[in-house]
């Protein structure tokens, strides 16, 4: 399966999105309201329907910037939300991005690229990364399908990929996930390495 702008546009269209959980995350929503900052620059990748953005955009952050291949993805965020600068909504490939950021989050991004592209990804991330910046989210920590998205994978896996450019802050089992990834996720806060 060729995981192109087409291919993902068709997903959002046919409402085949079972990664979509309604709503932000539990995990990332704990991690959010922790943070003191509203002037951080802070980029969601894949970001889907951007419920992690609606959240961080609502609690008055505002250097908010989300990337994804899906225009319907995109529309559907600034539909709720018609204040969003569209100036920070991308539709293009995450591999073509640029730009400082202090913090990355991580939502069903991961798993829905390429497993052979994870180093990659690990690269791009660091290059987007002001200094000391963070990378926090949550990974599939269990085996998931070999020939299309969700693409699952371990602890070990994911420490393997990004420890050469980043400290491993945290990486454990999930506490607060939805029900039904519920003993599936990893929590992660990963620091850019210098």
């Given amino acids: 399966m060729e995981l192109n702008k087409k291919n993902w546009n068709s997903r959002y269209d046919t409402k085949e999105t079972g990664w979509d959980i309604g709503f932000v995350s539990p995990p990332l929503k704990e991690y959010i309201d922790q943070i003191t900052d509203l002037n951080i620059k ?28 899906s225009q319907i993805a995109i ?23 640029s730009g400082q950021y202090d913090l990355i989050l991580e939502q069903t991004f991961f798993c829905a690229i390429d497993p052979k592209l994870r180093n990659n990804y690990a690269k791009q991330i660091s290059s ?22 969700p693409f699952g994978g371990s602890k070990e896996e994911y420490i ?15 506490y607060n996930s939805i029900k039904s990834r519920n003993n599936k996720e990893l929590f992660f806060i990963f620091n850019k390495k210098e």
């Fill in 42 to 69: 802070i980029l969601i990748p894949g970001c889907g329907n951007a419920y992690e953005a609606e959240y961080l955009f609502n609690k008055g952050f505002k250097n908010v910037f989300i990337v994804d291949y």
């Fill in 75 to 97: 529309s559907n965020l600034i539909k709720r939300i018609p204040d969003f600068p569209i100036f920070n909504a991308v539709c293009d490939d995450f591999f073509n991005i």
């Fill in 128 to 149: 987007l990364l002001k200094e000391n910046g963070k990378l926090v989210g949550l990974f599939f920590s269990v085996p998931m399908f070999s020939d299309h998205p």
């Fill in 160 to 174: 393997e990929c990004f420890s050469k450019l980043f400290s491993i802050n945290t990486i454990e089992k999930c």
